[in-house]
């Protein structure tokens, strides 16, 4: 069977070339109501038009597609995508940010229309996994799906990630080894419509306690507070109301760990004279309070899926396709030995 053209298309949804071609390359000249008519009929007749006219003869966009659970302005974001923008817009291409797919409403957007539209060359995905009903409609586009810092690889052709629960089981044994026998970790909620990679750490956490239990005399909990702008506050309440006082907090992330030292300070909390803390990230302001950390390079890792994903593209095998590193510890003024 002959693959259909843009005349097929303007046939079966009764309009003409032109508006076509602008559905596609100018949706915002075409009205909702055309726009989905000409969609539907290239989604049924597996149609693909590109942007321009040098697209529309290589079969190439020069379009990314970058799929976040948060918005840009989130540290690990931004440099994602500075990563991959260093890569890729100096060889002429353009990358178009997703923000917030981490709602059911969102995702099914998202993956029921971008297949339609097959307007980008390669799809990043930042964090978070795609289930199996989502990889199928990704690959109907026909472009390498490549993932950074996410849970699993089932679905992607090439990956980045940190191992976040091997982390994580470094950070807290860390603290361990310094003597630490009440341990807190503190993290926001897990959503139960996405499966983010920040979820891992806390089970790095439990079974480092866990280990340990075994050998030593170790208190150890979680702490739980909801997703949000206030989760930092949420988590110095919950610390504040428990009956004893921890002598070492794990944090989940670096956002959560600096509002801690500056604001439990003021309830008589100084680190580290009694406890230590340490975050996750290594993020801007980490080295300006001396927090140790668990540092990642998010913007090394957009590059990294960049360079794969350019290799995919060229039609290239990895012999590397998912590659899965450690976080480093780094060490600063916010913990120390207890006796």
């Known amino acids: 069977m002959d693959k259909a053209g843009i005349r097929d298309v303007a046939k079966a949804a009764g309009v003409s070339i032109s508006t076509v071609s602008r559905a596609f390359t100018r949706p915002e000249l075409v009205s909702d109501r055309t726009r989905r008519k000409v969609l539907d009929a290239a989604d049924k007749l597996d149609f693909n038009i590109s942007r321009s006219a040098t697209a529309l003869k290589t079969g190439q966009t020069h379009r990314v597609a970058l799929l976040m659970n948060e918005e840009i302005t989130s540290w690990f974001n931004t440099q994602v995508f ?8 100096p060889l002429g291409y353009d990358v178009s940010l997703f923000q917030h797919i981490d709602t059911a ?3 099914h957007d ?3 229309n971008l297949p339609i539209r097959r307007n980008v060359d390669a799809v990043f995905v930042a964090s978070f996994d795609i289930d199996p009903h989502e990889a199928e409609q990704l690959r109907r586009i026909n472009v390498p799906i490549i993932g950074i810092n996410i849970p699993t690889t089932e679905g992607f052709d090439a990956s980045i ?3 976040d629960e091997a982390s994580m089981f470094t950070g807290t044994q860390h603290l361990i080894n310094l003597g630490h026998r009440d341990i807190v970790y503190t993290c926001s909620q897990a959503e139960d419509s996405i499966n983010s990679s920040i979820d891992a750490r806390g089970r790095g956490f439990v079974r480092a306690c866990e280990a340990a239990s075994h050998t030593r005399d170790l208190t150890w909990q979680v702490i739980s507070v909801p997703r949000g702008r206030d989760f930092a506050d949420s988590a110095l309440a919950a610390l504040l109301a428990l009956e004893k006082f921890p ?5 989940q992330m670096d956002m959560m760990a600096i509002p801690l030292v500056l604001k439990l300070g003021k309830y008589g909390h100084l680190t580290p004279r009694d406890y230590s803390i340490i975050g996750f990230d290594d993020s801007p302001y980490a080295d300006t309070i001396n927090l140790t950390t668990m540092r990642q390079d998010p913007q090394a890792m957009g590059r990294m899926a960049a360079n794969k994903a350019l290799a995919l593209m060229n039609g290239e095998s990895l012999d590397k396709p998912h590659e899965l590193i450690q976080a480093q510890l780094i060490l600063r003024e916010t913990d120390s030995p207890r006796g």
């Open 247 to 251: 002598d070492a907090i794990c944090c």
């Open 105 to 107: 409403a969102h995702r």
């Open 82 to 89: 500075a990563g991959i923008s260093n890569v890729l817009h």
């Open 110 to 112: 998202f993956f029921t």
């Open 161 to 163: 990630s940190i191992d």
